[in-house]
């Protein structure tokens, strides 16, 4: 029976809230082959982000037309790294997918693009804007990083490679937007955290199913959490639940971070309109966050994989609200 818990900072400032992510978590297959058909590299981006990363697909609406195109060139190629560790048969392949990423950024630089849509697409967008090469960087060797240690023992670990990867594409989106403030960064650092933290979270089913922990040993340990038990019994396996709250509070701590960030650096409260295109990405995190607490932090409940069938209004709400 699981006890009844809410988080220490609670969700009283709830903000509109997330369908669920269309990750789906199967093993997917690699988009590096079959995509001879895909004619314009904008169109595929768009079907995949739309296939893989439905909420994405959602905030991009609200892109104007002349930057959605390179929105869904960047939000695929996160997508597309971020399901190579589950698409691939053994970590040797994969940092083969890794290393063809690290030519085409080459290429990308070089003004020669790799016929890969998504390479194509990511080419068009540095045309458009300044889109500094270290940032893509970072992504591949954070994911490159990730089939070698797949799972973290540290929460300061797990958080580094957050940074890495949600944080770091956040980074680009706001250079896309040509929005370079320090402010701004910084508080994307942390809705990453929570990002990367929540998607985790809801993705938790998925990864014991193939014997991978995905909360931080430092959490489970703290618990008495048995990995094997998880693995076997799932949400019967003992303290899993308070291994559940804990992460979530941390998820929940970096949001309330970033909302923090902007009261104390003048824009009381809320996040300038011109950069609100980037933080929309908190909406979804913090209704999976309450979410996860109204199910007292069962993630293994059913109702944490269907769709909220509001998200598209919330995510309008958000948008004019200046708020996530």
């Known amino acids: 029976m699981l006890s009844t818990r809410t988080f220490k900072c609670t969700f009283s400032l709830s903000r509109p809230s997330w369908c669920n992510l269309r990750y789906t978590f199967p093993r997917c297959q690699s988009t590096l082959a079959g995509t001879e058909g895909a004619t314009d590299p904008v169109e595929y981006c768009r079907d995949f982000v739309r296939k893989y990363d439905y909420e994405a697909y959602l905030i991009a609406q609200f892109w104007p037309k002349e930057l959605r195109g390179s929105y869904f060139a960047l939000k695929a190629f996160s997508t597309e ?5 589950d698409s691939v048969s053994n970590s040797t392949i994969g940092m083969m997918r890794m290393q063809f990423w690290r030519d085409a950024l080459k290429a990308m630089n070089d003004g020669s693009p790799l016929g890969h849509p998504i390479a194509q697409a990511l080419h068009q967008a540095s045309l458009r804007a300044n889109l500094p090469a270290y940032h893509f960087k970072r992504i591949i060797d954070a994911r490159d990083a990730e089939l070698q240690v797949p799972v973290h023992l540290t929460v300061d670990s797990l958080t580094a490679h957050a940074e890495s990867t ?15 403030s320090s402010a701004l960064s910084h508080a994307a650092s942390h809705l990453g955290a929570a990002q990367t933290f929540t998607t985790l979270i809801r993705g938790l089913p998925f990864h014991t199913k193939n014997g991978r922990m995905v909360i931080p040993a430092e959490i489970t340990a703290k618990h008495g959490v048995v990995q094997e038990e998880v693995f076997r019994r799932g949400p019967a396996a003992k303290n899993i639940d308070g291994a559940v709250f804990e992460f979530a509070t941390l998820a929940n701590d970096h949001l309330a971070t970033a909302r923090s960030m902007l009261q104390q650096e003048g824009f009381l409260g809320k996040v300038p309109q011109e950069a609100m295109l980037v933080f929309l990405a908190g909406v979804p995190v913090s209704s999976i966050l309450k979410q996860v607490e109204q199910l007292n932090f069962d993630v293994f409940n059913p109702r944490m994989q269907t769709r909220d069938w509001k998200l598209p209004w919330k995510i309008w709400k958000g948008y004019y609200q200046r708020m996530f």
């Open 166 to 180: 949600s944080s770091t594409l956040l980074y680009l989106l706001l250079s896309l937007l040509s929005l370079p």
């Open 81 to 85: 790294l971020a399901m190579i560790q």
